[in-house]
């Protein structure tokens, strides 16, 4: 199924002129381009890092009032779709444009797909490897990144991939700061005459540089994964209550979500505020909540289900041909939501005719675009859980079935429900794909945010990126209270 | 033990597919349910939902005809339409513009249509194989800061944007639908040379490429850019949000008549060539251009009436005002040759 969008590419290309495909691709312009896209993905994914993994280890193992709410905020930059946040931005500081404003922002958009999953991590880390790397004589940093780094990388690394791939594959937030990155270009190629070998072309290029960060990753990982083995027998640390420590940490979460989704609350409200002219139809507004809600925990329920296996066999095995499947459902992530779209309707239309433009056929089009992030900390999350513990559980006598749910299932429940929680967040605010395939006549918060700011009416648009932003607090409530269960003994 | 996590692997498999597969069973049948006495139309509308919603609404009303519309940009509709082909549900498109529709004409998507509709507006602005009929007229203006230039500083005539004055204080969105008309425009009446000269004079002038017209108007009017090349009607609706033309800081200056600067770019309406048996979608196209529907185009979106002696919106000089350069507008339907100037230029 994640395939779907790389053979549509293919077959498209196929129909194509050869001649007209090379005079599209060979151009010094798409070298800019490539080199564009690839900076920018490379900064926002290692700015997610330097940015999520402090966060990440503050949330995970600092005492902190309300933990509740400081997870919450940490999440919360995601359910803010990067064009508003983009837009707040700019309608805060009207000058701003280019790359580094750009980098800043969707560093800031993106490290919740660190910080999330390295969390889940940093939970599930031994502590003894720690204590052992301090008797040995370690200061804390040190004990930090010789024991407790290599256990959570995996999970920081797939976080990373995600924000790097999310970066290459997005389009408003470039646009609005007219920074002409390759989606950029794929969207111009069809916006002018539906150039369809052109946006093709570069839609493949784009794939190209998309496989090239699931190949970095995959090297980083291996070399990462070769430090620290998970243990049979998990110590949890006891949390940290220092005042200091609480401290610094309250002020450096604070600053981050002031930064990360204060300016959008500053600018949504001031722009609602000041509008004369919007009238917000609330019992629409609440229907499309309802429609939103519906199709994104579907679509998230069908990614999880689906990226289980793929999983597993990529946390316990090591074959070519899993890591393939792994690489082609991360692909799909690197593709600009408008080429999904279109080949999802390529799809729909030939293979299950009856299902075009229904729910259904939307929510496994969610499911197949955010296959990865289910795949990312679930995979991480199962690889943490020891395989020994599932030999002793075997040797005890239990089936297979009975030692996954009693024991991996449990251990790495909160890893698969992170997975699920950012499937459910990024599918709300999805929208190309949304547009082509929503069932007609229906509305979700983002094809009404959409339609609103199509028009430049942005204060109108105001109430529906505030209930976009309120929604997304749902699921991750349920993340915080499946985190409790999984970790509870 | 190998083989056994396999297995583990395959139930999981098996399991998921089938929760799927009973999914996709119940939604299948729920959603079956239409009924053939009920008349009812599905449209695709490039169109905003804001200014098309209640002309849809009132047609609904006066005809009966159930009415179901599908939102989205006129150009990824279009690439969607294109795909679905003959398996489209959809019966009518409404475009932003006439590239799409032209698009659509040239794969043969879209039905002839009657001289009862064509003829209702000035046939100038339409498709001349009545492929599809024009509805309203968006000119092309230059937006101005109020408070940086004054209107006089302001030139009526685009070239003069290439002088060193105007380096890095002017904005155009070049993916953008009526720009690449505009281009095509000047190609037809200037020349290949004269519009090549141009857009690499706007390049060397540090001009700054946005993806939309909307961002131009909101960097325009918080002063952020000085001139801005857009439609007229962004600012209509932008003055409307903002409480009136005076509480713009952007303002419009129109183009020297009669030349390229003075555009009119047209949106329009075709039924697909799936639908070309359908009374429903003939009926609705016909309302469009009737004077009851013109009207609301002029006063809700600002746009420009292209009936004969149509009426003009508020606050901007009337279409005989403004005197359009004298165009063939199907010619304006071809892009080709305007894409392969702008990535020539690189611009795409």
């Not at chain 1, 408003?172 to 794929?186: I, K």
């Not at chain 1, 946006?199 to 430090?227: D, F, K, N, P, W």
């Not at chain 2, 909307?214 to 409307?240: C, K, R, S």
Request: hydrophobic share 50%; net charge negative.
């Amino acid at each position: 199924m994640a395939a779907v969008p790389l053979a549509y590419l293919v077959i498209r290309l196929a129909q194509a002129d050869l001649q007209q495909v090379i005079d599209a691709v060979v151009r010094e312009r798409t070298l800019v381009l490539v080199l564009t896209s690839l900076g920018l993905s490379l900064l926002v994914a290692l700015g997610s890092l330097v940015l999520g993994i402090p966060m990440a280890w503050v949330l995970a193992r600092v005492a902190l009032p309300l933990p509740g709410l400081w997870r919450a905020l940490a999440a919360l930059p995601l359910a803010v779709p990067s064009y508003v946040m983009a837009f707040s931005w700019i309608s805060t500081w009207p000058a701003l444009s280019g790359f580094w404003p750009l980098t800043l922002v969707m560093i800031l958009a993106c490290t919740p797909y660190v910080t999330l999953p390295v969390a889940a991590a940093f939970y599930l880390a031994d502590q003894r490897a720690v204590d052992v790397a301090r008797t040995l004589g370690r200061g804390p940093l040190g004990a930090f990144r010789a024991a407790l780094l290599p256990q959570v990388a995996p999970a920081a690394l797939a976080g990373a991939l995600l924000a790097g791939l999310y970066t290459l594959s997005d389009f408003g937030s470039p646009s609005l700061f007219r920074v002409q990155t390759l989606t950029w270009a794929v969207y111009a190629a069809f916006e002018g005459g539906l150039n369809r070998t052109l946006a093709a072309a570069t839609a493949l290029i784009l794939v190209m540089l998309a496989l090239t960060l699931v190949l970095m990753e995959r090297m980083m990982r291996r070399r990462a994964s070769r430090g620290g083995r998970p243990a049979s027998q998990i110590v949890r640390p006891r949390r940290l209550n220092t005042k200091r420590v609480q401290l610094v940490s309250v002020a450096g979460l604070g600053c981050v979500s002031l930064v990360s989704l204060g300016i959008p609350a500053y600018a949504l409200t001031r722009r609602g505020w000041e509008s004369r002219s919007a009238a917000t139809d609330w019992s629409r507004l609440f229907e499309s909540m309802g429609t939103t809600l519906s199709l994104s925990l579907t679509g998230a329920l069908i990614a999880v289900l689906l990226g289980l296996p793929i999983a597993v066999l990529a946390a316990r095995y090591r074959g070519r041909s899993i890591a393939t499947l792994e690489s082609v459902a991360y692909l799909g992530n690197g593709i600009p939501g408008l080429v999904v779209g279109l080949s999802l309707v390529f799809f729909t239309l030939n293979v299950v005719p009856v299902l075009y433009q229904t729910a259904l056929a939307l929510s496994v089009a969610y499911a197949v675009i955010f296959l990865p992030k289910a795949i990312g900390s679930a995979r991480s999350a199962i690889a943490q859980v020891p395989a020994s513990l599932e030999e002793v559980s075997r040797t005890l006598g239990r089936g297979p079935l009975h030692t996954w749910t009693t024991i991996t299932a449990r251990l790495s429940t909160p890893g698969i429900a992170t997975g699920g929680l950012l499937v459910a967040v990024t599918a709300m605010k999805e929208l190309p794909a949304t547009l082509m395939l929503l069932p007609i006549g229906a509305n979700t918060l983002a094809t009404e945010l959409w339609r609103h700011t199509n028009m430049s009416s942005y204060a109108a648009a105001a109430p529906y990126a505030i209930a976009l932003v309120l929604i997304a607090c749902i699921p991750t409530y349920f993340l915080s209270r499946t985190e409790l269960d999984g970790t509870r003994r | 033990m190998n083989s056994s996590r396999t297995r583990l692997a395959l139930i999981a498999t098996v399991a998921a597919s089938a929760i799927a597969l009973s999914a996709c069973a119940g939604d299948a049948e729920s959603t079956s349910n239409g009924s053939d006495e009920d008349r009812s139309l599905i449209v695709y509308s490039g169109r905003d939902e804001s200014l098309i919603g209640p002309i849809i609404e009132k047609f609904e009303e006066e005809s009966g005809i159930e009415v179901k519309v599908r939102y989205a940009n006129s150009i990824e509709m279009a690439a969607q339409l294109l795909e679905e082909g003959e398996r489209t549900p959809a019966q009518v498109f409404l475009s932003q513009e006439a590239g799409a529709l032209g698009e659509l004409a040239n794969a043969d998507l879209l039905a002839p249509l009657p001289e009862e509709i064509t003829g209702a507006v000035d046939p100038q602005y339409s498709a001349a194989d009545d492929s599809w009929v024009a509805l309203t007229g968006r000119a092309r203006v230059l937006l101005y800061d109020s408070e940086s230039v004054s209107e006089d500083e302001v030139p009526s005539d685009v070239h003069a944007l290439t002088e060193p004055e105007w380096q890095g204080r002017v904005g155009f969105a070049p993916t953008n639908a009526s720009f690449q008309s505009f281009v095509t425009a000047m190609r037809v009446l200037e020349g290949e040379d004269v519009a090549e000269e141009w857009l690499t004079g706007m390049i060397d002038n540090d001009t700054e490429v946005f993806d939309r017209n909307g961002p131009i108007v909101e960097a325009v009017n918080t002063g952020a850019l000085d001139v801005g090349l857009v439609n007229h009607y962004y600012w209509v609706v932008a003055a409307a949000e903002a409480g009136g033309p005076e509480s713009m800081r952007a303002q419009l200056k129109f183009g020297e008549p009669g030349t390229v600067s003075a555009l009119v770019n047209v949106t329009g309406a075709g039924v697909l060539a799936s639908a070309e048996d359908s009374d429903e979608a003939q009926e609705f196209v016909e309302y469009l251009v009737s004077e009851q529907a013109q009207e609301h185009f002029v006063e809700e979106a600002g746009e420009y009436s292209l009936l004969p002696d149509g009426p003009s919106p508020a606050d901007v000089p009337s279409l005989d005002e403004l005197d359009g350069p004298d165009l063939d507008f199907s010619e304006l339907a071809d892009l080709d040759g305007t894409l392969e100037l702008l990535q020539k230029v690189g611009l795409l």
